[in-house]
């Protein structure tokens, strides 16, 4: 089977766990490294074995490109996106798609219309875990499954870009409830019908850093009266939150996805512990293979090998887009004080009817 040749678009954070996700697929080949900083391109070609590409047209232009991951900042996908879908490259985006529904439905459309592979890069629900959850569920073990909840949170984050909420369309609802919004979408199945968000956001710790909400919540209601209540946080200290539940009528699952097994308690700095662990010292909680526990590997076997079967892999676009449709009704419900009708179709297709 002939390699599918994958460029990274953007060299950063979330571009280095794309990369080591890529590690155990077989057909993956990552042969170039796009970042518009030059030393982090480098350093990251350099690491990873790949050439690095210095523009954007640059990597539509290449030849020996099949798919392009896209691992830039929010601001920026929805361009990168329609430049890429123009020259015939596979495209796969990270977390949120767009920064609203309307860039993500432009995105989509973009896809569609020039009939190129598209995969929305949603780690968290290739968690094991949260698989084995999803297979319970579908075994019927709790029944029938009435409510779930996700909470995730962290001290807040790494870059300047998720600050600016202007820029990045969002603060904390934005940047971390689009994982439990899908994680809900993916354990009700993607056919029940979202019909309606209450939401609730506020900047309570981090005033001079950000106009953005920097705690939320949301209460995102099914058609056929299910909900899931999904909240989050970047204010909440040590380490990377990440507990998701689902309850039915005839059971319930729980997992804690940000903690493993191992429970140190260290004087001495040993460097690295885990995401946003916020110390080095007394009680950590060391996570040994983030990647595997991220799903980033589970997600990759899946958008790389579909890639190369030609079939579409289980996240596209239209969840990147629901997924943003969801979060557009919670930013108008926190604005309104009630709850919000969720858009489902994206503007491109309501106009062309
Ligand atoms: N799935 C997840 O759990 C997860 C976690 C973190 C971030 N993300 C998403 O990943 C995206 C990037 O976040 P990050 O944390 O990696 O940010 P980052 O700042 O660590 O990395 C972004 C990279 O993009 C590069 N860049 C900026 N502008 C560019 C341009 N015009 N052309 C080329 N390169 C450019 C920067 O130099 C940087 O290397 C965001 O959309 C974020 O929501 C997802």
Redesign the pocket.
Known sequence: MAPVRIAM?????????HALGLRYVREAQLVAA????AA??EAYAARFGCRPIA??DELCADPEVDLVVV????H??RD?VVALAAAGKGVAC???LGRNAVEAGEMLRAVTEAGVFNAY????IFNPDLLRMRDMVKAGAIGRLTTVRAREGHSG??????WNAELAGGGALL?MA??GAEYARFLFGKDAEVAEVFAWGATLVHGERTTGEDNAMMVMRLADGRAATIDVSWSSKGGLEGRFEAYGDAGRLITDISVGSLKAFVERPAGYVVEKADAETGWVFPVPDEVRV?G?DLMMADVVGAFADGRAPQETFADGFAVNAVLDAAYRSMRSGHWEPVERVPAFEVVGR
């Open positions: 678009l953007g060299c950063g954070f979330i571009g280095e766990f796009c970042d518009a900083d982090r391109r523009s954007l691992s830039l900042p929010n920026l996908h990168a990270t977390k949120p890069l949603e780690n968290v984050p790494h870059a300047a870009h998720f940047d689009s994982h991220h980033h």
